[in-house]
């Protein structure tokens, strides 16, 4: 298997535009988490998805931040209008919700800054 | 508060030292511990897991629970220098399917 797949692994935008990460779960997991990593803060969990349905959007930061799974492959991160305090690094992680329940596999990151 | 709590260093050591990298967390529902590594500019990976308190051993690695304690030991014998990586701790309680709790992670550098 491929593992986890994000694009952009880069991104440089400069502050209001949109911004749209997108991540390709391991075929067969059924749970996908988007996380938020800065030195500030660490790992943060913005939202995971079950099924492709939201359970937990809690630590989505707010309003200008949204995500979708329209399907059990894919899944986007949205930010608009984006801010310099975004940049960050941006991991989508997957895990199969019927095997032992501590596993994720993570993405190798989306290199997100904001000028 | 957070929930959990780790030093995020840096901690350097010589080749072959022994290391103790730790958390600590206030939340007493939390019955999955796991240790993730990761190295620069890559996505954590799951390095060992224990459910609730004792030992677990795999190698040179040695995880650590003391629930009354609410804390959490990662050991590494015979350190090297492969071993330099952010490692950071996780946990969930049994009743939550889906979300861990991470430290901010411990930066190690083992020297030659």
């Known amino acids: 298997d491929a593992g986890v797949i994000q694009s952009p692994r880069h991104e440089v935008t ?3 535009q949109e911004v749209t990460l997108r991540c390709k779960p391991i075929s067969g997991h059924d749970y996908l988490f988007w996380y938020r990593q800065t030195m500030m803060r660490g790992l943060e969990l913005l939202i995971y ?3 492709n349905v939201p359970i937990d959007d809690s630590g989505m930061p707010e309003d200008r931040f949204s ?3 329209p399907n059990a492959s894919f899944s986007t991160l949205k930010i608009q209008p984006s801010e310099p305090r975004d940049s960050a690094v941006y991991f989508c992680a997957s895990r199969d919700g019927g095997r032992a329940s501590y596993e994720q596999y993570f993405g190798p990151g989306t290199r997100l800054t904001v000028t | 508060q957070k929930e959990v709590e780790q030093d995020p260093g840096p901690l350097s050591v010589p080749e072959g030292a022994i ?3 730790n958390c600590t967390y206030s939340n007493s529902a ?3 511990f796991m240790w993730y590594r990761q190295y620069s500019r890559k996505g954590p990976e799951l390095l060992m897991y224990t459910y609730s308190s004792g030992n677990k051993e795999d190698g040179r690695f040695t995880a650590q ?6 804390y959490i030991s990662l ?7 492969s071993d330099s990586a952010t490692y950071l701790c996780a946990m969930r309680q049994a009743s ?3 979300k861990l709790i991470f430290g901010q992670g411990t930066t190690l550098q083992v020297k030659p």
């Not at chain 2, 050991?75 to 220098?81: A, E, K």
């Open chain 2, 75 to 81: 050991f590494i014998r015979d350190s090297q220098p």
């Open chain 2, 65 to 70: 629970v003391d629930k009354s304690s609410k």
């Open chain 2, 96 to 98: 939550n399917t889906g």
């Open chain 1, 49 to 51: 998805f079950n099924n």
């Open chain 2, 30 to 32: 939390f019955q999955y």
């Open chain 1, 14 to 16: 400069e502050m209001g």
């Open chain 2, 19 to 21: 290391v103790s990298l």
């Open chain 1, 67 to 69: 995500a979708k799974m």
